[in-house]
């Protein structure tokens, strides 16, 4: 932004005599000072008071002017320098904070881009779930990007919790989209492409409700490495119990708890130890795969169509994740929208 003086007041017109409101005048005058070059980029708007008090309008009026030229993406604001006319940049720049870059994490990324084209360049940053670094990321990052994508994934600790609330809050909630998981607690009118673990889960798992009733155990491996483990443990008692299905919960697993007759539902990435030694296992006792055990893992990614002649997996759809993303930033259009979620029916089923 450069530091160029208030406009001079007076180029800004209003006509306290005419029957258009007097926000829609402003917005008129405002936007065609900066079409033909009389206001550049990095000019400094004059503040809401001085306008205010120098046309003889409301307040209000004023910052209903602004709001709106500010959602057109005419001007800007940033905190402790006010309201300056905007770069016409052509692309929009997208900042990704992602938890981790797994694999169905650049299935949504890939996704993101897909729809968008080439008018949106996105720039991706990984905060590997530590708070220190993702409030770095955000201080560092504010003001320099039209919309910020995140994941706000961390341990579920009270402090850490509230911190992340506290960095998402200093993002302004028209530039905001937050991916894959809901934050109850926080409010706004940012965007969001939400899954419901508890919800979904379960109604995940009763899309192959004939499937699972031909074992006679479902056994949840919930690892330390699954964040939202409680939530997704909790989706599958209540289908289990809903059917009557007898569950259990394990934190590791061991030879003794691959029986024939068990489903196992490993709650974590793929490719993780506990799906890698469960495969292991059955195959030294012998177990085929799909008939005598079942395995689903949790989370989809391409390589699951391979593994076992085809993984049966619990997941969000991270494309149209990614594509309803797309769409709120193309569109400008900022909502809450639950996402995608099925059971990916396979042979280990």
Known sequence: ???????????????????????KQLTTSIQHLIETGRYKHGDILPSMNVLSESLSVSKET?????????????????????????????????????????TYKLVLARSFKENTGENIQTTIRLHDQDIDLFETLVHENLDNFDYYLITPHFPIDDDIQ?????????????????????VESFPGNYGMVYQD????????????????EKYTTVNTISTAGSLYGAFTEKGIARFCLEHGIDHRIYKTINPEKVLKGGVYIVLNSQLDIELIEIIRI??????????????????????NEIILDGLTVLSTDFQEMGALAAE????????????????IIRKTL
């Open 328 to 343: 709120m930033v193309k569109s400008g259009k900022l909502s809450k929208i639950w996402n995608k979620f099925d059971l």
């Open 282 to 303: 059955a195959k030294s006792k012998g177990l085929k795969i799909g008939d005598d055990i079942g395995i689903v893992s949790y989370n989809e990614s391409p390589i």
């Open 1 to 23: 932004m450069r530091n160029r003086p208030f406009f001079k007041k007076e180029e800004i017109t209003v006509d306290l005599s005419s029957q258009i409101p007097f926000y």
């Open 197 to 212: 673990y508890e919800q979904d889960v379960q109604r995940g798992l009763s899309q192959g409700r004939e499937l699972f």
């Open 162 to 182: 509230r911190r992340a609330i506290t960095a998402l809050g200093k993002i302004p909630n028209r530039k905001l989209v937050i991916l894959d998981r809901k």
């Open 62 to 102: 004023v910052k209903k002017a602004y709001a709106i030229l500010r959602e057109k993406g005419v001007i800007e604001s940033a905190q402790g320098k006010g309201f300056y006319v905007k770069e016409n940049k052509g692309a929009l720049n997208v900042l990704m904070i992602f938890d981790k870059l797994s």
